[in-house]
């Protein structure tokens, strides 16, 4: 990549002729990163939703992009957020699972990691992330303000973030406890708080670029949201089936962060949890526009995999996969296929759509050509920048690559209109492969690997081949793709 002005900045550079300077500004495209949390493919009523409403994202879609084939980094959080932050793929990227350190806290990502905050530091943006982290206990190298963050709010700790009404949420390096929640009461919403340091942080810095990376933690986890408007516009729609939680999981004594409360509505609670991220997309298109910042600013929206069964989640009720086989912890279309819209007045076409294949890795590059700033080291990922200006030529990927360390061991990968998945890859007596056409089955349903041995043969060449080893995620699995 050649350290010049992207299509983006060049189209946005302003001559300031100050004095006697001839030297032209340029004005850098804000960028604003939306990711909701376990959001499946058809949760959207431009995807085909229509139990409930998404008017703001849909809207975002209108005057944007949809990119019809996006992948997501993986099938469950960490490492899905580990691919988009550092553009390699899970056979490459540090993080490849979820894995729990100490009493609040993930595995950390390592000090010097090239991410994409560090990007835009480099390009002088200024830095924001608000939400859920999961990729490193407060305090550690993998804490965002030490990953090139400037701030930071949120949880830190995604197990923590099963919880709405939560004891705390982080600031930076710094707790701040929630007192309307003490005593298991549930009077802080914590994402509401995230929201408004969000929108706050784009007020502060409207006079400068900036990025802004909001992880929405709605609809994961527990079902639970405030006794609002949003809850009594789908209270009564649905055919409820009321979950019961288990030991620990309901706000009281014996209360435990992992589990999920009961929920006699569960189906309007999802609903109007998944209106309230549409809210919240709303609330900053609004920020943006009254501050004059909206035909300078690329907002993207998407989700860090697909859809859930916990705490009475019930995607089969929803079609929260849409036209895809498989949800979360699955690498069948449903667990990691997920829309991208793009929306950048002037240099996005509004109501465009694109059959591009791409992925959260692609994300690192993309954003480092829109930045003008050069990669200083390798990237699985390949810039869409021409899919979103329609100027140059687009690059292809040979294929696009995932591993999932749980359930016996996942691996995927997509080349073309094929589709390879191995399960139980760490079980090797029980390992399995099949292959899919998507061309003509992309519900995965029909395994045609016996009819294609030399494709076959191609992509477990590309399993054996495209990760390297990790010495915490360990796959002793190369005898099984002969």
């Not at 849909?58 to 932050?85: F, I, K, N, Q």
């Not at 759509?353 to 080291?377: N, R, Y």
């Amino acid at each position: 990549m050649k350290n010049r002005l992207s299509p983006f900045a060049t189209a946005f550079a302003v001559l300031a002729m100050t004095g006697c300077s001839k030297s032209p500004r340029v004005e850098k495209m804000n960028v604003i990163y939306i990711m909701a949390d376990d959001l499946g493919y058809g949760d959207l009523g431009f995807t085909g939703q229509s139990r409930f409403e998404t008017p703001n994202i849909d809207r975002l879609r209108a005057e944007g992009m949809l990119l019809t084939e996006h992948y997501s980094g993986c099938t469950v959080s960490a490492p899905s957020r580990c691919a988009l932050m550092t553009g390699l793929h899970t056979g490459h990227c540090f993080i490849r699972g979820n894995l729990e350190i100490g009493a609040e806290g993930q595995l950390p990502l390592p000090g010097g990691t090239y991410t994409m905050a560090r990007m835009f530091e480099q390009a002088g943006y200024a830095t924001g992330a608000f939400g859920k982290w999961g990729l490193g206990y407060p305090g550690s190298e993998g804490d965002p303000v030490n990953q090139g963050f400037d701030e930071f709010f949120g949880y830190n700790c995604q197990r923590q973030a099963h919880r709405y009404y939560p004891t705390h949420l982080w600031r930076n390096r710094d707790s701040v406890i929630l007192h309307g929640n003490a005593g298991y009461a549930r009077g802080d919403y914590a994402p509401d708080l995230i929201q408004a340091q969000a929108l706050r942080f784009i007020a502060d810095n409207r006079n400068k670029p900036f990025f802004l990376y909001l992880a929405i933690v709605q609809p994961h986890a527990e079902l639970l949201a405030p006794e609002d408007s949003l809850m009594e516009r789908y209270r009564g729609r649905f055919d409820e089936q009321p979950y019961l939680a288990r030991a620990g999981g309901d706000y009281g004594p014996g209360m435990t962060v992992i589990d999920y409360c009961s929920q006699s509505e569960p189906y309007a609670t999802f609903a109007a949890m998944v209106g309230r991220i549409d809210r919240y997309v709303g609330e900053v298109m609004a920020e943006l526009r009254r501050l004059g910042l909206d035909r300078n600013t690329l907002v993207v929206f998407t989700s860090d995999n697909g859809p859930h069964r916990e705490g009475g989640a019930n995607p089969d009720y929803f079609d929260s996969y849409g036209p895809f086989r498989g949800v979360k912890r699955d690498l069948y279309e449903g667990g990691i296929h997920l829309p991208l819209v793009v929306r950048a007045p002037g240099m996005v076409e509004a109501g465009s759509s694109s059959d591009h294949i791409c992925a959260g890795w692609d994300m690192l590059p993309t954003m480092a050509e829109l930045a003008g700033v050069e990669l200083p080291g390798p990237t699985d990922g390949i810039s869409i920048l021409p899919t979103l200006t329609g100027k140059g030529a687009q690059g292809e990927h040979p294929y696009l690559y995932w591993e999932f360390h749980e359930l016996g061991g996942r691996v995927a990968v997509r080349m073309g209109r094929w589709k390879g998945v191995m399960l139980n890859v760490s079980e090797r007596e029980k390992a399995t492969f099949e292959l899919y056409d998507l061309s003509v089955d992309r519900h995965e349903d029909h395994n045609v690997a016996v009819e294609h041995p030399e494709v076959v043969q191609k992509i477990k060449e590309i399993m054996r081949t495209a990760r390297t080893p990790s010495e915490v995620f360990i796959f002793d699995n190369a005898s099984i793709y002969v």
